[in-house]
């Protein structure tokens, strides 16, 4: 990690962090029955878009019997999980819906 003299990370110095990726049960599951049934795990993981190290995660914990629904020892439950993620739509609705009543209002005036 580069810094300046005054300790401040420099712009690009840094890796950016990317937010972590949530799958559902239903894809991690698909994934294991791919590879269960004969495909290689880089194969596999290929064809879904997930990370090599990710699908042998999923196996491995499958084997153990721990592969879970709602991941990493969460306490949510699966209507739960879909509430928050409905939440997050509708917010992303509503925000598209404002952008667009906002657009539209400014090129209704444009034509007058």
Same mark, same amino acid.
């Given at each position: /990690?580069?810094?300046? /003299?005054? @300790?401040?990370p420099?712009? %690009?110095s840094?890796?950016?962090?990317?937010?972590? !990726?949530?799958?559902?049960?239903?894809?991690? /599951?698909?994934? #294991?029955?791919?590879? #269960?049934? %004969?495909k290689?795990?880089?194969e596999a993981?290929r064809? =879904?878009g #997930?990370h090599?190290q990710?699908l *042998?995660n999923?196996?491995k914990?499958? !084997?153990? %019997?721990? =592969?879970?629904p709602? @991941?990493? @020892? *969460? !306490? =949510?439950?699966a209507e739960?999980?879909?509430i928050?993620?409905?939440r997050?739509?509708?917010?992303?609705?509503k925000?598209e819906?404002?952008i =667009?009543?906002?657009?539209?209002t *400014?090129?209704?005036r %444009?034509?007058?």
């Amino acid at each position: /990690m580069h810094s300046t /003299m005054y @300790g401040e990370p420099q712009k %690009g110095s840094e890796m950016e962090r990317r937010p972590r !990726k949530i799958y559902t049960f239903t894809i991690k /599951m698909e994934a #294991v029955r791919l590879v #269960v049934s %004969g495909k290689r795990v880089t194969e596999a993981a290929r064809i =879904l878009g #997930v990370h090599e190290q990710t699908l *042998s995660n999923w196996i491995k914990a499958h !084997k153990a %019997g721990k =592969l879970m629904p709602n @991941g990493r @020892g *969460s !306490k =949510l439950t699966a209507e739960q999980i879909e509430i928050r993620n409905l939440r997050a739509e509708l917010a992303r609705v509503k925000m598209e819906r404002s952008i =667009l009543s906002t657009t539209t209002t *400014s090129f209704l005036r %444009g034509q007058r």
